[in-house]
């Protein structure tokens, strides 16, 4: 069974930081594009930031400048650096990893459970 999982999440005063992880386990093969999104009470899941198996990186335009989003390929590990943040931060946070399995043919997204970001005062 393969699994994600989100750790960092909490709360946080506005202007506050916070760092996020996303540890992909099981029988795994390799992984391609990973993601971290969000979805606040009441709105859509947003894309915040994309990375690539290379360490590319593209980010929401919200975010840009505030949030950094990284990973560790041997640890099979994403993180996402949340810095300056704001209550309009407020959500819980989801990561993705498009992955393929030990003996699979193709790639596959999964999803962690999310983990809870709140920018309160």
């Known amino acids: 069974q393969v699994q994600l999982v989100e750790s960092g999440g909490g709360l946080v005063q506005p202007g506050g930081s916070l760092r996020l992880s996303c540890t992909a386990s099981?029988?795994?093969?390799?992984?391609?594009?990973m993601a971290w999104y969000r979805q606040a009470p009441g709105k859509e899941r947003e894309l915040v930031a994309t990375?690539?198996?290379?360490?590319?990186?593209n980010y929401a335009d919200s975010v840009k400048g505030r949030f950094t989003i990284s990973r560790n390929n041997a640890k099979n590990t994403m993180y996402l650096q949340m810095n300056s943040l704001k209550p309009e931060d407020t959500a819980v946070y989801y990561c993705?990893?498009?992955?393929?399995?030990?003996?699979?043919?193709?790639?596959?997204?999964?999803w962690g459970q999310g983990t809870q970001v709140t920018v309160s005062s």
């Open positions: 993705n990893a498009d992955l393929r399995r030990r003996y699979s043919n193709d790639y596959h997204a999964y």
């Open positions: 099981g029988s795994i093969m390799s992984i391609n594009d």
């Open positions: 990375i690539t198996s290379g360490k590319s990186t």
